[in-house]
């Protein structure tokens, strides 16, 4: 948990003048505590929301829209067919063309929007057929135009629930500072078991011996913090306070960085200022990159998930396994943070990237990169409602 101690909060509330009253201490002071608040994700299997009176279909798009996706953009459309049916495009409003030039991680959010209904629609008694690419052919040039999948939900009485689907409520990335022991090799193999995946390869990187990976991963933070365009996409996608992030209800926020508590309210009130000059300013990039290395430090242990090829068909599949590496790792206790920075595409990065994929063979592409550790920190990042989706 990331919070001041009562000395320094006393000292910044002193020469600010500050005084709160203890409800609102206890408003900025959301750490551990599982209870939703109004600008949080749903439960999509909330009593309330399971007792509406809306279409098998929408109830499975409600599911799949909570799935992990980058930068919290939630880059997806649906066209309905019927109560059971409807066709999932990737929507092309809501790229990010300078941190994914190529659209890879688009498409591995569209993958784990897939699983993640797949997984969940069975808790309401449903089998989904997923057809991809029902159109035939695709390519990045038909982003937005062709689907990505039919989806067909098909209700079967004697379902056999995938485990994994009890953990998608719970499911959040965190990128708090991690506590507890390093990952072990059994722990791993604990999460590989439970993950289960299909397409791609899951590869363990203990804590001790990755002084280099961590050195590296945040040299890439660097060169996109350095980078004007891929720097600029994340103060875009940057929600500033509690009403911004209720009223886009999309994007990043220095809720879902982990910081929380007194930290938020200082950071929130009297140093994050809206605006392009102070988000590129030295003090706001150092402070964004003195956050990131304690993360990295705090790492527990690390996975990478690979696959042999790298066509859009490898992104979204590697998609799918990601989302279940996420369920899995929930299940396990664990916590985990992407860092894809190092993963990414544009040629300022290509010098880190190639290093660090030397050793891969031709052709392989390591999709996903985490770091894990455990931590209570519990933020639910907001999801739009669903009928902002629909066509
Ligand atoms: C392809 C992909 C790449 C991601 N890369 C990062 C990343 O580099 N750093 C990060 O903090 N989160 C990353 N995430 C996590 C998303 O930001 C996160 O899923 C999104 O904000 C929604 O939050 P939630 O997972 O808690 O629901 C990535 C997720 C996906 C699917």
């Known amino acids: 948990m990331v919070s001041f101690s009562r000395k320094t909060f006393l000292k910044y509330g002193i020469s600010f003048g500050v005084i709160l009253s203890t409800s609102q201490i206890l408003q900025y002071c959301k750490t551990s505590s599982k209870e939703r608040y109004d600008y949080e994700r749903k439960d999509p299997f909330g009593p309330g929301f399971l007792s509406e009176n809306i279409s098998p279909i929408l109830k499975a798009i409600r599911i799949g829209i909570t799935a992990p996706n980058p930068h919290n953009v939630q880059?997806?459309?649906?066209?309905l067919i019927d109560d059971h049916s409807a066709f999932l495009y990737v929507d092309e409003k809501r790229l990010l063309k300078d941190t994914d030039p190529t659209f890879r991680q688009i498409h591995i959010g569209q993958g784990t929007f897939l699983e993640n209904l797949s997984l969940g629609i069975q808790v309401l008694g449903y089998f989904a057929e997923v057809s991809l690419f029902p159109e035939g052919k695709y390519t990045i040039g038909d982003i937005g135009k062709k689907p990505i999948a039919k989806i067909v939900?098909?209700?079967?009485?004697?379902?056999?629930?995938?485990?994994?689907?009890?953990?998608i409520s719970d499911r959040v990335t965190r990128r708090s500072i991690y506590e507890g022991e390093d990952l072990t090799q059994e722990d791993f193999e604990k999460i590989r078991?439970?993950?289960?995946?299909?397409?791609s390869e899951l590869k363990f990187i203990p804590k001790a011996g990755s002084e280099n990976l961590r050195k590296q991963l945040?040299?890439?933070?660097q060169m996109e913090t350095d980078t004007y365009n891929t720097y600029e996409e994340s103060r875009i996608w940057f929600r500033y306070?509690?009403?911004e992030i209720g009223k886009f209800k999309d994007g990043l926020s220095l809720r879902a960085t982990g910081v929380s508590g007194l930290k938020y309210f200082f950071a929130r009130n009297f140093f994050l200022k809206p605006g392009v000059e102070s988000w590129h300013s030295d003090e706001n990039k150092k402070a964004g990159m003195d956050m990131f290395t304690s993360q990295v430090e705090s790492s527990k242990g690390f996975i990478f998930l690979k696959t042999d090829h790298n066509e859009i068909i490898d992104w979204v599949q590697a998609?799918?396994?990601?989302?279940?590496?996420?369920?899995?790792?929930?299940?396990?206790?664990?916590?985990?943070?992407?860092?894809?920075?190092?993963?990414q595409e544009y040629p300022e990065m290509d010098p880190i990237r190639n290093e660090f994929e030397s050793s891969l063979r031709s052709g392989e592409k390591i999709q996903m990169l985490v770091r894990l550790g455990k931590s209570d920190y519990h933020y639910y990042s907001p999801r739009r409602d669903p009928k902002d989706f629909i066509l």
């Not at 880059?75 to 066209?79: A, G, I, L, R, V």
């Open 75 to 79: 880059p997806w459309k649906f066209k």
């Open 153 to 167: 939900l098909n209700k079967q009485e004697d379902i056999v629930r995938n485990p994994l689907s009890e953990f």
């Open 193 to 199: 078991k439970d993950s289960a995946v299909l397409y």
């Open 218 to 221: 945040v040299a890439a933070m």
């Open 241 to 243: 306070n509690d009403e």
């Open 319 to 343: 998609g799918k396994d990601y989302l279940r590496l996420q369920l899995a790792t929930t299940k396990n206790g664990f916590s985990i943070h992407p860092m894809s920075q190092i993963l």
